[in-house]
T-cell receptor, first 113, second 114 residues
Framework: DGGITQSPKYLFRKEGQNVTLSCEQN?????MYWYRQDPGQGLRLIYY???????QKGDIAEGYSVSREKKESFPLTVTSAQKNPTAFYLC????????????FGDGTRLSIL | GENVEQHPSTLSVQEGDSAVIKCTYS??????FPWYKQELGKGPQLIID?????GEKKDQRIAVTLNKTAKHFSLHITETQPEDSAVYFC?????????????FGTGTRLTIIP
């Protein structure tokens, strides 16, 4: 079955450490996205990529980094510069054209030890 | 950027009754209007979407209506069932060519009372 896989489901980080969240899709989608969701709030866009080897900052990119070396993969690194990293992180993908839906993975919950 | 407001933030309805959630947006160039359902611990799932050349779309118990002049669109769920309990998000977008950026509302927690 086609879909988006995020791993791990739960992740713990010590202060001062970088941590990388994995996102893989087998939908043959060109565009991929990372969102952050805090309790009781909507989704906020961190980074997005419309094509391999290219990506753009979203609304809250500070303290995060991404890469897009393969069409199927869009890993997100939460760096030590991110002061409040505890959140639910969601990855999505789409065909990358206007008026097309985004398809989401089931998220990674990151907590600070 | 796009400003999105979603109302109400919480909604409780008796099983079998109807539920309506409204989403207001600010970017008049937006032309794609999806609704997502999120269950606890899961990612959002698309339940229905509408494009700007259509005023209404229905899929079984779910419908979306669009008023582009007033810049709002609404989700209608009829004959509600316990499995409809979830958080619902609107996410208007599609205004930039070649870019499927969506702006999410803050969500509506729908509770169906058996």
């Amino acid at each position: 079955d086609g879909g988006i896989t995020q791993s791990p489901k739960y992740l713990f980080r010590k202060e001062g450490q970088n941590v990388t969240l994995s996102c893989e899709q087998n939908l043959n989608h060109d565009a991929m996205y990372w969102y952050r969701q805090d309790p009781g709030q909507g989704l906020r866009l961190i980074y997005y990529s419309q094509i391999v080897n290219d990506f753009q900052k979203g609304d809250i990119a500070e303290g995060y980094s991404v890469s897009r070396e393969k069409k199927e993969s869009f890993p997100l690194t939460v760096t030590s510069a991110q002061k409040n990293p505890t959140a639910f992180y969601l990855c999505a993908s789409s065909l990358g054209q206007r008026q097309e839906p985004q398809h989401f993975g089931d998220g990674t919950r990151l907590s600070i030890l | 950027g796009e400003n999105v407001e979603q109302h109400p933030s919480t909604l409780s309805v008796q099983e079998g009754d109807s539920a309506v959630i409204k989403c207001t947006y600010s970017d008049s160039a937006s032309n794609y209007f999806p609704w997502y359902k999120q269950e606890l611990g899961k990612g959002p799932q698309l339940i229905i979407d509408i494009r700007s050349n259509v005023g209404e779309k229905k899929d079984q118990r779910i419908a979306v209506t669009l008023n582009k002049t007033a810049k709002h669109f609404s989700l209608h769920i009829t004959e509600t069932q316990p499995e409809d309990s979830a958080v619902y998000f609107c996410a208007p977008g599609g205004s930039n060519f070649g870019n499927e950026k969506l702006t999410f509302g803050t969500g509506t927690r729908l509770t169906i009372i058996p």
